[in-house]
């Protein structure tokens, strides 16, 4: 629907278009809303949280929540029927709808009830069955990695504002993300991360680039180190693993052999993220709320093991 309408404008106050024109460029959005009955649930609800719409005894489609509004004369206008007691409050836009059509019997399958189970108006998942429902309907949080995004950018600025010196040598990057028929740009965090790296990190740190083109953010040359740095935009799982795959593929093309791969986080990954970087004998650099960088360190045997993967050694 297009929000920009004059029979629909008028039903939104100036801070709502502008929230909705975020979320929305185009001027157009899907939306999903509910009763006010149903107030104490959907206040749980968040930007990036993960929608199911069934109905006729199909999941119909999946989305991820956008824009929040509570705004009952823009929800009634849309979907409140003559006669109908109740009045329609929250209103959700929703970004990347997928159209599924699935019989619903999996959803209840998938969330431990039996084929036959009929989810009950509105309700929540839970926790435990989240990510084997995700995994099964291949549903890829866009959104919430903005929000993360988003979030990290403050926290740096909150931390480095008072500390950070201007950098040339690194450019601001931007990534594009789809939102329905429109394209958002999002700013991206890692520039000012790698900024207050340099600043307050006393290294001689520079950048280099492979063969085919791709620019590591971060290169370091101590006497017999050499170490090569990657920036994240979130400490979110999809960018620890984002940032092991580039490590792996810049550390063949440093320009000396590389002795550390490290990757930067504007907050500390959870404990599989961390876990997993280890593993690889990655070290995990990230900004801690002291405003300081702190580095778990990969076990040096660990590290050791991996080096001629990192160095593309032919194998013994």
């Known amino acids: ?37 149903h107030a104490g649930m959907m206040a749980k609800l968040r930007s990036g949280d993960i929608v199911f719409l069934v109905g006729g005894g199909k999941v119909k489609a999946v989305a991820e929540v956008g824009c929040q509004l509570v705004n009952p004369r823009f929800a009634d206008w849309m979907w409140r029927k003559p006669g109908e007691p109740e009045s329609f409050v929250h209103v959700y836009s929703l970004v990347n709808l997928r159209p599924i059509d699935t019989p619903k019997s999996k959803l209840a399958e998938l969330c431990g009830y039996s084929a036959k189970y009929d989810f009950p108006g509105q309700r929540f ?60 740009v999002v700013n991206r965090v890692e520039a000012e991360l790698v900024t207050l790296f340099i600043a307050r990190s006393g290294h001689d740190l520079a950048a280099f680039r492979t063969a085919s083109g791709l620019r590591a953010d971060l290169y370091r040359e101590c006497g017999g180190e050499v170490e090569i740095i990657e920036a994240k935009s979130s400490g979110s799982h999809r960018k620890v693993r984002e940032a092991l795959a580039q490590l792996l593929d810049y550390s063949a093309h440093s320009p000396r052999p590389v002795t550390t791969l490290t990757a930067l986080f504007p907050d500390r990954p959870d404990r599989p993220g961390v876990e997993l970087l280890l593993r690889m004998g990655i070290d995990c650099v990230f900004l801690a709320d002291t405003g300081e960088f702190e580095r778990v360190a990969a076990p040096a045997g660990r590290r050791s093991a991996m080096l001629p993967a990192w160095r593309g050694e032919p194998a013994n």
């Open 125 to 184: 998942l839970n926790d435990k069955d989240v990510d084997a429902v995700l995994d099964w309907y291949r549903v890829d949080r866009e959104v919430r990695e903005a929000v993360l995004e988003r979030e990290a950018e403050e926290r740096v600025e909150r931390l480095g504002k008072s500390q950070v010196t201007p950098v040339e040598a690194v450019r601001k990057r931007s990534v594009v993300r789809q939102v329905e028929a429109s394209t958002t």
């Open 1 to 37: 629907m297009r929000f920009t309408d004059d029979a629909v404008a008028g039903l939104l106050d100036p801070g709502e278009r502008e929230e909705l024109l975020r979320w929305h460029p185009g001027g157009a959005a899907r939306f999903w809303g509910a009763e006010g009955k």
